[in-house]
């Protein structure tokens, strides 16, 4: 069996997430979403209220478990024995990021391998932190996350 980690903060989940997972549940056995988790950084959202969230937005994929972490992608990926690091794309910019950290991972862990899958047009300019500034500023947010997430949002801002 093949175990795909997707890890990310994930503050908040978005549907352009939604999609990169949607791939790799397609070509995976199983896609863990790994939520990190940093003491040293003050997330927009509580871990365990993005852990809830993001397992009813994915409910309906049966290959798809939610999980969080702390500490390095890596370890997480030994300890739970997977191979594969599932990571999304939106622009050439995440490419050069997302290759130095690629790079990064196979140096620490020599049996892990990172796939990337590019998020479909309509989804390349939605990202947490956009959602969060445009919920901040009391805009319109629906159509940029799951429908849990959105209520949820909706409902605490």
Same mark, same amino acid.
């Given at each position: 069996?093949?175990?795909?980690?997707?890890?990310?903060?994930?503050?908040?989940?978005?549907?352009?997430?939604?999609?990169?997972?949607?791939?790799?549940?397609? #070509?995976?056995?199983?896609?863990?979403?790994?939520?990190?988790?940093?003491?040293?950084?003050?997330?927009?959202?509580?871990?365990?209220?993005?852990?809830?969230? #993001?397992?009813?937005?994915?409910?309906?994929?049966?290959?798809?478990?939610? &999980?969080?972490?702390?500490?390095?992608?890596?370890?997480?990926?030994?300890?739970?024995?997977?191979?594969?690091?599932?990571?999304?794309?939106?622009?050439?910019?995440?490419?050069?990021?997302?290759?130095?950290?690629?790079?990064?991972?196979?140096?620490?862990?020599? &049996?892990?391998?990172?796939?990337?899958?590019?998020?479909?047009?309509?989804?390349?300019?939605?990202?947490?932190?956009?959602?969060?500034?445009?919920?901040?500023?009391?805009?319109?947010?629906?159509?940029?996350?799951?429908?849990?997430?959105?209520?949820?949002?909706?409902?605490?801002?």
């Amino acid at each position: 069996m093949t175990i795909a980690i997707y890890p990310g903060s994930f503050d908040p989940i978005t549907n352009g997430h939604i999609d990169i997972l949607k791939s790799g549940a397609e #070509i995976f056995d199983k896609v863990i979403i790994a939520v990190s988790y940093n003491a040293n950084k003050q997330g927009f959202l509580p871990i365990n209220i993005r852990t809830e969230l #993001i397992k009813e937005a994915v409910k309906d994929i049966p290959n798809v478990e939610v &999980d969080s972490f702390e500490g390095l992608t890596v370890e997480y990926a030994k300890k739970i024995g997977a191979k594969v690091l599932l990571r999304g794309l939106r622009t050439s910019f995440d490419f050069e990021y997302e290759m130095q950290l690629s790079q990064t991972n196979h140096a620490l862990y020599n &049996d892990i391998k990172t796939v990337f899958l590019i998020t479909k047009p309509e989804f390349n300019y939605i990202s947490s932190s956009c959602v969060r500034e445009i919920l901040l500023n009391k805009g319109d947010i629906s159509g940029f996350v799951p429908e849990a997430v959105y209520k949820y949002l909706d409902k605490s801002f």
